[in-house]
């Protein structure tokens, strides 16, 4: 279908004068664009859902969700940094299979960290012997600063952490 669209398009851009005065014609189709019916309304529309958008986009940078959404987030961080704590005082040498059944809420986590714009390991910590002291240390430090309300801090001491990580 698209060949035999196309091949209509080039013959009716050679009757039509379309090559030969493309330049013109361009600028005749885009000046044309407002003298079609409703394009008024439509344009009112449009610039309406654009002011609200932004004013919403503007509402929501101020009215405190996003502080509220990092503490939330830094609980669930200090929660699960303390069962993986627990979990490795109680059953040492079976890292990283004791936390299996936290692996969805640890992947949560690692997205919802990643949206907010802070590092986060992911399951980089799983392949190393002493990554259940680590991956505490690290979820207790970041979930603490983020329910502290301390997101900047938050923000380099995750970094901090990956350059550790990977030295």
Same mark, same amino acid.
């Given at each position: 279908?698209?060949?035999?669209?196309?091949d209509?398009?080039?013959?009716? +851009?050679?009757?039509?004068?379309?090559?030969?005065?493309?330049?013109?014609?361009i600028?005749?189709?885009?000046?044309?664009?407002?003298? %079609?019916p409703?394009?008024?309304?439509?344009?009112?529309v %449009?610039?309406g859902?654009?002011?609200?958008?932004?004013?919403?986009?503007?509402?929501?940078?101020?009215?405190?969700?996003?502080n509220?959404?990092?503490?939330?987030?830094g609980?669930? +961080? &200090?929660r699960?940094?303390?069962?993986?704590?627990? &979990?490795?005082?109680?059953?040492?040498?079976?890292?990283? *299979?004791?936390?299996?059944?936290?692996?969805?809420?640890? +992947?949560?986590?690692?997205?919802?960290?990643?949206k907010?714009?802070?590092?986060?390991?992911?399951?980089?910590f *799983?392949? &190393?012997s002493?990554?259940? %002291?680590?991956l505490a240390?690290y979820?207790?430090?970041?979930?603490?600063?983020?329910?502290?309300h301390h997101?900047a801090?938050?923000?380099?001491?995750?970094l901090?952490?990956?350059?550790?990580?990977?030295?």
């Open positions: 279908m698209i060949p035999v669209l196309v209509f398009l080039k013959k009716w +851009l050679e009757a039509n004068g379309g090559y030969k005065y493309a330049g013109e014609w600028i005749d189709a885009v000046a044309g664009v407002p003298r %079609l409703g394009f008024y309304p439509v344009l009112l %449009l610039s859902m654009l002011v609200g958008v932004w004013f919403d986009a503007l509402l929501r940078r101020f009215d405190g969700s996003r509220t959404k990092l503490v939330n987030l609980n669930d +961080l &200090r699960l940094g303390r069962d993986i704590r627990q &979990r490795q005082n109680v059953l040492r040498n079976s890292w990283p *299979h004791n936390v299996d059944d936290l692996k969805p809420e640890l +992947l949560s986590c690692h997205l919802r960290l990643t907010a714009g802070i590092w986060s390991p992911g399951l980089a *799983h392949s &190393r002493e990554g259940a %002291l680590w240390n979820l207790e430090t970041i979930g603490t600063l983020l329910t502290e997101f801090e938050a923000k380099q001491n995750a901090g952490v990956k350059q550790a990580l990977e030295a």
